[in-house]
């Protein structure tokens, strides 16, 4: 036996990896044989990644390694020992960072604008929404610190408002999902793109996508989705910050109104209540934990494309 480096020992018959997956500590004994890509789907049980060809040649398995898209099946599980991985299972646990660094991005550019004069741009932008509700008064942009929307309040509000990462949704959006064995790729490739390049163009995104293949979607709704949620990423993502704002003052507004008819039902003779709902009058009819925004539990099935039928074992 010899080892060659990075924890390679040819000869042995297993070898401990040990690697973080989607933000998770993990470990698996491998063969020094076997590709990153049938580790992951058997021993870690992370079945995102799709076996296409097994070849390298249409991108079904990529995976991002250490901030870089890479195909899945064309690299060593060994080779991987220390590395960050992230698949697509992991994605939508970014959403909130990203969303909070896209939105702390924009609002930095805002406030060199409304230093400016020009207020409105960012009133325009949406971006009041988010930061309102986020200290209980308007900050106005120049006078704002754009580390605002990384606090724990606004992260829980985006965590909770966001099942899928914006990029997911896009190609939901945009309709570029027909039977999904490629999309799981087709996302961390653009993911990985998306991270380093700012504003890419269509030809430029087009380029980026050129190594995987999709046998049904014609590549066109692919790279609109893509294109969809560079524009939202560059413009801070304003209407996620709308959704959340809304959401809330319905909320309040309903709790409002619970708390007038609960009122009105205890000053009716007998205690019963006199058609005030069932609001209550608990401090959750006033003060809705989270603005009255629906938990969402995020399961396997929400990030993972489907499998396709005789697709990887
Ligand atoms: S399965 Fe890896 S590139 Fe096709
Ligand atoms: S191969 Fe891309 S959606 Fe079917």
Redesign the pocket.
Known sequence: MAEIGNGIVYGAETLALELTLNGREVCADVTPDQNLLTVLRGALQTTGPKC?CGIGECG?CTVIVDGQAVKSCTILAAQCQGSDILTVEGLAGLAAADVAAAAAAVRTKGGMADAAGDAQAQADAGLTAGFVGETGQATGGASGDPSDVHTGEMMGKLRRSLPLHPLQQAFIDCN????????AG?LMVAYAYTQGHESPGREEIREAISGN?????GYVQ?IDAIESYVKQKSAGFPEIFAKIEAEEKAAAEAAAKAAAGSTGGHAEPGGEADGGGSGGSGAGATDPPDGGIEEVTLTDADSE?PE?KGGAA
């Open positions: 296409g079904a570029a999902v027909q039977c999904g064995y490629c999309t087709f293949l999709c046998r049904c979607t692919i494309a396709a």
